[in-house]
């Protein structure tokens, strides 16, 4: 920490404090307020955490203007180039590239634990078979708990590191689970011969009746989407699972709230959503009614798939997936029209002032959706894709949370604004 400060001065008393600055390796100054309310009487106001950093971190770095995004230093494009997700899942968990054996021994771990208690089932079987799989993965998931609790002293470090590879190994099992029950076919058992995509294609697509083997060119876009959202910082699931973790609750439960809170259409499940959106706008000549929609501010209707809370510029991880769109539709030989009404959407937004002036350029979300889709993989599975690519930047934050000496317990203030004190009335009185 340097010893440079601000100083704070308060209008009605002459009192004024001083804050010391903090200054991270890379990312704007800050002001830390741990002693402001103690010093001043004040609390602050940051509806949205639009300048409240809640945490240090080392994991991942972002520079919404420039478009940056690096894994433990390591810029996305690099990763998404020569990496596979394994290996940032690594990278990602310990702060350093796996050397050969360190990558093959994380990797026989991760197969290794594929499996989920066959009770699992019984519980998965008793949802409905039209239950929505964000739903079935939140229950599911902070069910782990009941399930390894012998396993849960969390003040042992290769007890929490378990945790962390059981639910990064388990999670495609869960999800692959989750979607056979809406298509009412049996579960299928991890095949740990495979890698971690094509794992999960089998386990989602093949049958006790037939052959399957997954197709390469799905299982390495599959493998590309999720090292794109392994991690993005302090995010709002990522921030649940922080809030969550705080408290000392399992990363079992810590995970499940942040599944919770990535099924909201403002963040993961703005996939889905986007797509929802390319049918209800249904054809390139309609572009320019729903772009006017979305600017209209009596007019609730938003572009999914646009805008973003740090990237005012393009969202770099948007820029590999338009790429790898058209890449993939390519070689699989998928000819879809929502791709080209997405395109023209996108350009119609890009040229638009309303966008240009509020800098609200394409996310993560509006082309993954896309590929999701040529790959087989139903709209309402979109977000479980996410959610299974997320878990390591969860549990990573979690660990580093867990092991970060002055963690405390998220507790923010308020503003109040309800009624000021008053004595209660009978009913007779009321
Ligand atoms: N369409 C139309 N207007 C928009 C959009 C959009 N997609 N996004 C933001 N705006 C406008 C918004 O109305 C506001 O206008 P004004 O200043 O006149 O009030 C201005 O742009 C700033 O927006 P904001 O809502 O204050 O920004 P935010 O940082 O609070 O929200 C966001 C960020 C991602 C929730 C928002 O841009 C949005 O709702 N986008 C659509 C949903 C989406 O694609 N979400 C995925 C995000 S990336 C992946 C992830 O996080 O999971």
């Not at 995509?197 to 989602?204: A, D, G, I, K, V």
Request: with cysteine; hydrophobic share 40%; proline share 6%.
């Amino acid at each position: 920490m340097s010893n440079k400060h601000v100083t704070l001065n308060f209008p009605d008393s002459n009192q004024s404090v001083e804050l010391p600055i903090i200054t991270g390796s890379m990312g704007p100054p800050t002001f830390d307020l741990k002693t402001l309310h103690k010093n001043s009487g004040y609390f602050t106001y940051d509806s949205g955490f639009a300048a409240t950093a809640a945490c240090r971190s080392a994991i991942t770095f972002i520079d919404g203007g420039k478009g940056v995004l690096l894994y433990r230093g390591y810029p996305i494009e690099q990763l998404a180039q020569n990496s596979n997700f394994v290996e940032t899942s690594y990278l990602l968990l310990n702060g350093e590239l796996p050397t050969k054996d360190q990558y093959d021994s994380f990797d026989t771990e991760i197969r290794y634990h594929t499996m989920v208690h066959e009770k699992m089932k019984m519980l998965m079987s008793g949802f409905q078979y039209d239950a929505h799989p964000m739903a079935m993965m939140v229950g599911v998931v902070g069910s782990f708990a009941a399930f390894y609790h012998d396993w849960m002293d969390m003040s042992d470090p290769e007890h929490r590191r378990l945790a962390a590879v059981r639910l990064i190994a388990k999670m495609p099992t869960i999800a692959a689970s989750v979607y056979k029950n809406s298509v009412g076919q049996p579960f299928v058992y991890p095949r740990n011969d495979l890698n971690f995509t094509e794992r999960l294609l089998h386990m989602m697509y093949a049958v006790p009746s037939e052959p399957y083997e997954p197709n390469p060119v799905a299982a390495k876009a599959l493998d590309l989407l999720f090292m794109l959202h392994a991690d993005h910082e302090q995010n709002a699931s990522t921030s649940t699972v922080r809030l969550v973790g705080s408290t000392g609750a399992n990363p079992f439960a810590c995970v499940s709230a942040g599944i919770a809170s990535l099924w909201g259409p403002a963040h993961g499940g703005a996939n889905e959503a986007v797509l929802n959106m390319l049918d209800e706008i249904g054809d390139v000549s309609n572009c320019d009614k729903y772009v006017a929609k979305a600017k209209d501010k009596s007019d609730k209707f938003r572009l999914m798939g646009f805008g973003h809370r740090v990237y005012k510029n393009f969202d770099p991880r948007a820029t590999i997936i338009r790429k790898a769109c058209h890449e993939v539709l390519n070689e699989l030989g998928v000819n879809d029209p929502q791709l080209e009404l997405a395109m023209k959407l996108e350009e119609i937004a890009l040229k638009d002032p309303y966008f240009v002036e509020k800098k609200l350029y394409p996310n993560v979300d509006f082309y993954s959706g896309i590929i999701y889709k040529a790959l087989g993989i139903p709209k309402q599975m979109f977000t479980v894709m996410f959610a299974i690519a997320r878990t390591v930047g969860w549990v990573s934050q979690w660990l580093e949370q867990y092991e970060t000496a002055d963690t405390r317990i998220g507790r923010p203030r308020q503003v109040y604004t309800g009624p000021t004190t008053r004595d209660y009335k009978d009913f007779s009185d009321r």
